[in-house]
């Protein structure tokens, strides 16, 4: 709503306030002048008769002048009330226009936070200058005051193009400058979900998660740089990257992968190396001390490991026995055929499967063939992985990364038609 719009809404306001209460007092007024000229009529037409009674004799003619002073003095009494009347209602009524407009004036502007509005349209005057700092990293110019407006604007602007995936990231990025690990990381996955195939938008993602230090997301960092550097090997900003994640997660393997690739490059003094450097010699210190065949030297398995619940709305149809059938299939091509499929009795949810190469149907095609696998759950009443009316399915499409188990959550969420 523009200013000149939201004017005339309040004049329209006002104006009706008005009328409502105006309109009772000056109907009564109109009401109390039509009482006063009936009245009026009603003596005229009294002295007419007096007179006529005392032409007939009914009536002397001092009962007719006595009786005629008397309803004269009466209407006169009456007449001085109204205006009395009248004059001290004026003044209330006056009154109470004024209070009530005041008090409407008031409400309205506290309800609608009208000095808000003012900072918001202020801070979206300012985003372009704000913006143009904040991308060209001029932060220490930054005022709270600076940081707060372009915070409010990016949100007001958003709230106008929700799908607007620079103004997402923009403000997670800003959130990120203050601070605000958990807010920021919501902003840049909201971008990432409106424009996945923005390179940009998936390193962010991955600086951000690589700022918490928990181990689920720095693992889903490691699988967002592993996805980066698949489609360009050679960039070292990655790999730099991919290290520092790889070392935080104490794979000694990919840290040495990924730093030697780099090493180089870095400055002698760089802190950075020297950190990559001894936490890496840690590692494979720790490493060498294990012994052979304990479970570190084992190859990791390629796979998912997928923690399966139903949505609230199925729940009701899902039948006292059955199977749960989790599978995963080529998502980039037309072949049906399953990479690797689990069939286990139905049982209490969430129900925890393990998809990997040991659970291919077939010798030579498994998950480790795959480049993006469509994993599938689906309750049935039999064993048939064959889809049939009344199952209950849930679908995710998730990345293949040879050598790593990915945890994922699957809902199952609609029945099969």
Known sequence: ??????????????????????????????????????????????????????????????????????????????????????????????????????????????????????????????????????????????????????????????????????????????????????????????????????????????????????????????????????????NDNLALMMAVASAQLGDAKKTRQYFDQVRDKLPADSEMAMRLSSRLEELEQRASTVPTGSTQEQAVQTGFSLTITPADAIIEKIPDQGYLIVFAQDALSENRMPAAVIKIPLQSFPVTVTLSGDNAMMPGYSLTQLQRARLTARISVDEDVTPAPGELQGQITEEVINGEMISRELIIDKELM
């Open 1 to 234: 709503m523009s200013w000149s719009e939201f004017y005339l809404v309040v004049s329209g306001l006002i104006t009706l306030v008005i009328l409502l209460i105006v309109f009772p007092w000056l109907r009564k007024a109109n009401h109390a002048k039509s009482d006063s000229l009936n009245n009026i009529q009603v003596v005229k037409q009294r002295l007419i008769e007096l007179e006529r009674e005392a032409r007939e004799g009914l009536i002397s003619e001092h009962d007719k002048r006595q009786a005629s002073d008397e309803l004269k003095l009466a209407l006169v009494d009456e007449t001085h009330f109204e205006h009395e009347r009248k004059g001290k209602a004026t003044l209330p009524v006056i009154i109470g226009a004024i209070v009530a407009l005041g008090a409407g004036v008031v409400v309205y502007m506290q309800v609608n936070h009208l000095s808000e509005v003012d900072r918001a349209d202020e801070a979206i005057r300012a985003l372009p200058a704000l913006s143009e700092k904040l991308s060209s990293g001029d932060m220490q110019d930054f005022t709270g005051d600076d940081v707060a407006n372009l915070a409010l604007a990016i949100r007001t602007r958003l709230r106008q193009t929700p799908d607007d995936d620079k103004g997402w990231m923009y403000l997670g990025r800003l959130q990120m400058s203050l601070g605000q690990d958990a807010q920021a990381l919501q902003a840049i996955q909201r971008a990432l979900s409106i424009n996945p195939q923005n390179r940009q938008n998936r390193i962010t993602y991955a600086q951000a998660l690589m700022v918490s230090g928990d181990e689920a997301q720095l693992r889903e960092a490691q699988r967002q740089l592993q996805l980066l550097l698949r489609a360009n090997p050679e």
